[in-house]
């Protein structure tokens, strides 16, 4: 089974960039649809992005334009870029792999947005 690590949160000014990195281990990250989560104090945890095994990505309408998912298997990590930050962006990332009714998830990065 694979276990997830998330890092690379932390504060940043309105408009700047931070990049979330889960490293994986026990198995490959290329087999799984790897998720990156997001969650607020009283929210339900929403979908931020994914990537598919063969590649394909996918975003919510919020982040579109501005984060971007990525792979990169010989690291078996799986990678978030977020740029132009805003204060509605602050919240606890998790990365999340799935596959044929497997779940797992990382412990969580926080991300705060705020000058």
């Known amino acids: 089974q694979v276990q997830l690590v998330e890092s690379g949160g932390g504060l940043v000014q309105p408009g700047g960039s931070l990049r979330l990195s889960c490293a994986a281990s026990g198995s490959s990250v290329s087999i799984y649809v790897m998720g990156w989560y997001r969650q607020t104090p009283g929210l339900q945890r929403e979908l931020v992005a994914l990537v598919t095994s063969g590649g394909s990505t996918n975003y919510a309408d919020s982040v579109k334009g501005r984060f971007t998912i990525s792979r990169d298997n010989a690291k078996n990590t799986v990678y978030l870029q977020m740029n132009n930050l805003k204060p509605e962006d602050t919240a606890v990332y998790y990365c999340?792999?799935?596959?044929?009714?497997?779940?797992?998830w990382g412990q969580g990065t926080q991300v705060t947005v705020s000058s």
């Open positions: 999340k792999a799935d596959r044929l009714g497997f779940s797992a």
